[in-house]
T-cell receptor
């Protein structure tokens, strides 16, 4: 089955700890995205990558880092510099196609700081 | 800078009633997307509107796009409880260099359908 997977589904982080959220897709999509969603709020873009080995900061990149070494994978690291990381994190991907470029979402990772 | 607004942000309606959610955006675009999000879940794609005048329907939901007015509507007909969710619109501008601009999401409309 083609799709986007995120792991883990739930993640607990202690103060001062770095954690990495996984995002994998087998849709052969070019672009991948990370969003953060706080309770009752909309989506805010953290980082995005249009091609392998290239990524750009979104609106709220501070305290986060990413890599894009493979087309299928776009892991997000939440560093200790992110002061309020408790949120729902969504990964998405899409084709870089003029017509067929709908963005598809993974199931999400819920991160809680203890 | 592309801005996307939705109206209303909260909507409580009775089963069997009709209502419309509006999505306005600030920059010329010919593509708009509607998503549904259930509590605690991810976003599910509902409609992709790729041209002026596009209209799509699925069950009790119908979406339309007017690119000249920079407006999309999501019309709900004879609402049922199962439609209770948050609905997001998103706008995207595709650049000639094939690189594309990222989606910009609206704030979402939280819909509650009451029996």
């Amino acid at each position: 089955d083609g799709g986007i997977t995120q792991s883990p589904k739930y993640l607990f982080r202690k103060e001062g700890q770095n954690v990495t959220l996984s995002c994998e897709q087998n849709l052969n999509h070019d672009a991948m995205y990370w969003y953060r969603q706080d309770p009752g709020q909309g989506l805010r873009l953290i980082y995005y990558s249009q091609i392998v080995n290239d990524f750009q900061k979104g609106d709220i990149a501070e305290g986060y880092s990413v890599s894009r070494e493979k087309k299928e994978s776009f892991p997000l690291t939440v560093t200790s510099a992110q002061k309020n990381p408790t949120a729902f994190y969504l990964c998405a991907s899409r084709l870089r196609d003029r017509v067929n470029n709908e963005q598809f979402f993974g199931p999400g990772t819920r991160l809680t700081v203890l | 800078e592309l801005k996307v607004e939705q109206n209303p942000l909260f909507l409580s309606m009775q089963e069997g009633k009709n209502y419309t959610i509006y999505c306005n955006y600030s920059t010329t675009s010919d593509r708009l997307y509607w998503y549904r999000q259930d509590p605690g879940k991810s976003l599910e794609s509902l409609f992709v509107l790729l041209s002026n005048g596009a209209v799509k329907q699925e069950g009790r939901l119908m979406a339309s796009l007017d690119t000249k007015a920079r407006l999309s509507t999501l019309h709900i007909t004879a609402a049922v409880h199962d439609l209770s969710a948050t609905y997001f619109c998103a706008v995207d501008i595709f650049r000639d260099d094939n690189y594309g601009q990222n989606f910009v999401f609206g704030p979402g409309t939280r819909l509650s359908v009451l029996p």
